[in-house]
């Protein structure tokens, strides 16, 4: 089967997750992405032990599934043949992208200007902390840098702490733009024969996941940098709402076809006739009483009681699913936004992340779960670059490769 | 200067934010984005009225307001299509269909058409056809129960969506390239569901793998799974900092003496000890110590140490921040009265074929005829007649 981006070699010099799961993206369509890897135990994510305190068990899915349809190569680039090693790799590939200091990689001969030398034709993509321009030279990571955008801020209800997007929500967006912004440049190097720089912060990618209310921030309205309870929402029927047992989204605009709707099923008709809330504009003035009396009637029964009785109405409300509701999903297991996945450390099919973005003639796929260590570094020296087998030996004899 | 996307006609007739923004940003690298919208879609411009979300969603575009149920309208969209590289909808499949927008039907005006869609649900399953909402699919990925501390109401981000929109524009691209060596076009899907569920990625795939009610529930910041890494304890002005250092052992040092612990202390002077046998002592026992001093002196020592932590900011900060303008992730627009407005710049950086802003989101039907003269060949008599029959606006 022909994948969309065939023929696509990516040196992956990456560690954790915003630069592997760029990768991940590019070798799910197919693209040839070689992970290299220091010989001293790799990427540091093949040592997660826990998430969340929990053991990982037999496989690390953090480190496996990021790292899916790639190959390993485990050379030591503080070795001068194991940069040499890396030169000859760049010749022969279409993308360079590392998330490591630009310190380390000038250090070791991997700075843009050395390797456009080698290879014009090369896109070098970075994935920093706080773009090319920024100041801050710490390291950085998703929650380091997601502190300082000002979106966990405004989460949640006043007074409480802030609340951070989600394990790895900010590096899922930085490894999207850095995908994204290697097929443009690899699309413009094929008009003009020529690659370049480009760079997705964590920084830069984490303003972008803002916008809905960022944006609204930058226009005016100072509100949007604060925590605003659910109380008070604006909008009464844009809202959280506990029933009896669990709680509920609803997510309507407030007009009153609705709210007629809406308030027919509560209270046997109570609210329909309140005058307060007759109207959009008295239903956001009178707002937090709206709330009340919504918040009143729903405690009396359950989820599913009153889910039966929206259903006809064709309201715009779903249940709060819970992660084992999703794992039960058929809408997520259907569209391969989960799939099933051989994984050789445990000799078992096991379930997996699948694949987001649908290509109806080339999918993506879900090959092979992340690679051994070094597991292809034999392969790729004599088959991609032409090492004889007794210069694989003597590479490895100088350390410099695993 | 030359941009990424040079020579690319995309013609785009979404409605929702996060689609629209799909579309601006290939017209960000340059695409020739074309609005298509039907005549009276939405209200005649005002110059002076600023809809900062429009504006964002719509810029690098140009506008055609087109009737396609026409006959006279309909031949001049299908000569558009002919001409286009990518379409890209948020319509129902029931509507595309009945407009004759549908995938077979456009596909066969122009083979090799990029027929992209931005969707709620994705393009299979039971739920393939129902209109959907960011909020709907934030909440059904199990990711709202567990993001606030215990006992506390689920939260909807409004991020989810723009995921999404990242993924379409990914999706155009990737489809862009196979047809470039085949010629072979093809339908690109992004759904709600899906970008809600990739922003939630870690955690689901946790649970899919580990399964277990301590990934259903709230965790308490006082209850981390490492008590040096995602972390969050209050200082001594109320603000809070935030720790990311999984390679405990690199950073222990470090952490121990600006706290004031012990390096060596026993209950703490292994990887193990901090994160699993001694895990809730030192998560309080760190936060008895960042609450002894305010946020400013906790900034000066962590930065002093290049220590991958941060204080929580909100959104004052970014908008202050000078490298932010430098990187142009904001920059600032003028609107037709010379007035200035900021707006969310280019989070991608290319030192050759660099985001520009060409030009503001347009008014309806601003370059219907610049188009069909342009792009389609007709004469301005031509141009004349679809406007007398009310074909084009």
């Known amino acids: 089967m022909t994948n969309a981006l065939d023929g696509i070699r990516v040196i992956d010099l990456t560690v954790w997750f915003q630069g592997p799961v760029a990768a991940q993206h590019l070798a799910d369509f197919g693209a040839e992405v070689i992970k290299i890897e220091r010989p001293q135990g790799g990427d540091l994510a093949r040592g997660v032990r826990s998430i969340k305190a929990v053991p990982v068990g037999d496989w690390n899915q953090y480190f496996l599934v990021i790292n899916r349809n790639k190959k390993s ?57 706080y773009g090319p321009h ?22 949640g209800e006043p007074g409480q702490p802030p609340i951070y997007l989600g394990m790895g929500s900010g590096d899922a967006i930085g490894g999207l733009m850095a995908a994204f912004g290697i097929l443009l440049a690899l699309h413009n190097r094929d008009a003009t024969g020529f690659g370049q720089y480009i760079d997705a912060s964590l920084y830069g990618a984490q303003l972008f996941l803002g916008a809905p209310s960022l944006q609204g921030y930058l226009a005016g309205d100072e509100s949007l940098a604060r925590q605003r309870s659910r109380t008070d929402a604006s909008n009464p029927l844009r809202n959280t709402y506990q029933a009896g047992d669990g709680w509920l989204m609803f997510a309507m605009d407030n007009v009153d076809e609705n709210w007629t709707k809406l308030a027919g099923t509560l209270d046997d008709g109570a609210l329909s006739a309140d005058a307060r809330f007759a109207s959009a504009e008295q239903r956001e003035t009178n707002n937090e009483a709206v709330i009340a009396a919504i918040d009143a009637a729903l405690a009396k029964r359950t989820v599913d009681e009153w889910m039966s009785d929206w259903e006809p109405l064709g309201l715009a409300i779903r249940p709060i699913a819970n992660l084992q509701d999703l794992a039960d999903d058929p809408q997520a297991w259907e569209n391969d936004y989960f799939v099933d996945a051989y994984c050789e450390e445990v000799q078992r099919d096991v379930k997996v992340r699948g694949l987001p973005i649908g290509l109806s003639k080339t999918p993506g796929s879900v090959r092979t779960l992340g690679p051994e260590l070094g597991q292809h570094t034999e392969e790729i020296l004599t088959e991609t670059l032409g090492y004889t087998w007794d210069q694989v030996v003597e590479l490895k004899e100088q350390g410099a490769i695993l | 200067m030359s941009k990424a996307l040079d020579g690319l006609v995309v013609l785009d007739t979404t409605t929702e934010f996060w689609a629209s923004l799909a579309a601006a940003m290939l017209g960000d690298f340059g695409a020739s984005v074309i609005k298509v919208e039907p005549p009276g879609s939405r209200s005649a411009p005002d110059a002076r009225a600023w809809d900062h979300l429009f504006e964002l969603a719509n810029r690098n575009k140009r506008s055609l307001a087109i009737d396609v149920e026409q006959p006279d309208g309909r031949a001049a969209f299908e000569k558009l299509v002919a001409k286009a590289d990518v379409f890209l909808t948020d319509a129902l499949p029931s509507t595309l269909q009945e407009r004759s927008l549908d995938y077979a039907s456009l596909s066969q005006l122009k083979p090799g058409l990029v027929y992209a869609r931005g969707s709620a649900y994705g393009p299979s399953g039971p739920d393939r056809d129902l209109p959907g909402d960011d909020a709907l699919a934030a909440a059904r990925t199990g990711i709202m129960p567990v993001l606030p501390q215990p006992g506390q109401p689920p939260v909807y981000t409004e991020a989810g969506q723009m995921y999404t929109t990242v993924m379409l524009a990914f999706g155009v691209m990737a489809a862009l390239r196979h047809r470039e060596k085949t010629g072979e076009g093809q339908q690109v899907d992004a759904s709600l569901l899906g970008g809600n569920m990739y922003g939630g990625s870690l955690d689901l795939q946790a649970f899919l793998a580990m399964g277990g009610e301590r990934f259903l529930q ?147 039907g601003e370059h219907s005829a610049e188009i069909l003269r342009g792009l389609l060949g007709y004469s301005a008599d031509e141009v004349a007649e679809l406007e007398a029959v009310g074909a084009i606006a």
């Not at chain 1, 920024?134 to 989460?155: C, H, N, W, Y």
């Not at chain 2, 000890?273 to 760190?286: A, Q």
């Not at chain 2, 969310?344 to 520009?356: H, N, R, V």
């Open chain 1, 73 to 129: 190569m485990a050379v030591d680039l503080k070795e001068e043949r194991g940069r040499e090693i890396l030169h000859k790799l760049v010749k022969e590939s279409d993308v360079f992208l590392s998330n490591l200091s630009p310190k380390n990689l000038a250090a070791w001969d991997l700075s843009y200007e050395q390797l456009h030398d080698i290879n014009p034709r090369l896109v070098y993509a970075m994935t920093t902390g």
């Open chain 1, 134 to 155: 920024g100041e801050i030279t710490k390291p950085s990571f998703d929650m380091t840098v997601q502190a300082l955008t000002g979106l966990m801020a405004r989460q």
């Open chain 2, 218 to 364: 709230p965790v308490s910041r006082l209850d981390a799974g490492n008590p040096m890494s995602g972390v969050l304890y209050q200082a001594s002005d109320g603000r809070w900092v935030t720790l990311t250092m999984p390679d405990t052992d690199r950073w222990w040092p470090d952490l121990a003496e600006i706290t004031g612990l012990d390096v060596d202390d026993e209950r703490f002077n292994s990887h193990e000890k901090r994160c699993e046998v001694n895990r809730l002592e030192l998560l309080g026992t760190l936060e008895d110590a960042f609450g002894k001093q305010p946020s400013d002196h906790w900034r000066n020592e962590l930065d002093s140490r290049q220590m991958s932590a941060d204080i929580i900011e909100d959104y004052a900060y970014p908008a202050a921040d000078s490298s932010v303008v430098r990187n142009r992730y904001v920059i600032d627009v003028k609107d037709a009265d010379d007035g200035s407005h900021r707006m969310l710049g280019f989070p991608i950086y290319m030192s050759d074929t660099p985001a520009e802003l060409s030009n503001r989101a347009p008014a309806i």
